[in-house]
C-alpha cells in the first residue's frame, strides 16, 4: 500500500519560508519521480515542482522559480519543497504525488498517487 505523507505546514507572513516534507512508503522510491502540486480554493489544483529519481532532472512552475527548490532524500524515502520570499497568493493546499514509472511529469494524470495534502497560508 503506497503512502505519502506531508508534513511542514502552516501560516507564514509574507515574506517568510516554510519547508515541507513528504515521507513515501509502500514503493521503491529510488525508482519513483516526486512531484508537488498545490490547490487553491475554488481553482484547479495545478503543479509547482517536480524531480526525477536522482535529482538530475527538476523542473518548476514559473511562477515559484528562485523562490522553492525541491529536493530528495533516497535514503529516508523523503522529498522536500523548500519555500522561501513566500507571497499571499502561495496559500493553498499543497500535495506530494509519485510517479511510479519515474516520468518527471508536470499534469497531474502521470501520478499515480497523492498524499493528503498539507495547508500553507500566507498572510499579507
Known amino acids: 500500500q503506497v503512502q505519502l505523507v506531508e508534513t511542514g505546514g502552516g501560516l507564514v507572513q509574507a515574506g517568510g519560508s516554510l519547508r515541507l516534507s513528504c515521507e513515501a512508503s509502500?514503493?521503491?522510491?529510488?525508482?519513483?519521480?516526486m512531484g508537488w502540486f498545490r490547490q487553491a480554493p475554488g481553482k484547479e489544483r495545478e503543479f509547482v515542482a517536480v524531480?526525477?529519481?536522482?535529482?538530475?532532472?527538476?523542473y518548476y512552475a514559473n511562477f515559484v522559480k528562485g523562490r522553492f527548490t525541491i529536493s530528495r532524500d533516497n535514503a529516508k524515502n523523503t522529498v522536500y519543497l523548500q519555500m522561501d520570499n513566500l507571497k499571499p497568493e502561495d496559500t493553498a493546499v499543497y500535495y506530494c504525488?509519485?510517479?511510479?514509472?519515474?516520468?518527471?511529469?508536470?499534469?497531474?494524470?502521470?501520478?499515480?498517487?497523492w498524499g493528503q495534502g498539507t495547508q500553507v497560508t500566507v498572510s499579507s
Open positions: 504525488a509519485t510517479s511510479l514509472a519515474g516520468i518527471p511529469s508536470t499534469t497531474t494524470t502521470a501520478y499515480n498517487f
Open positions: 509502500g514503493l521503491t522510491f529510488t525508482r519513483s519521480a
Open positions: 524531480t526525477s529519481n536522482t535529482e538530475i532532472t527538476r
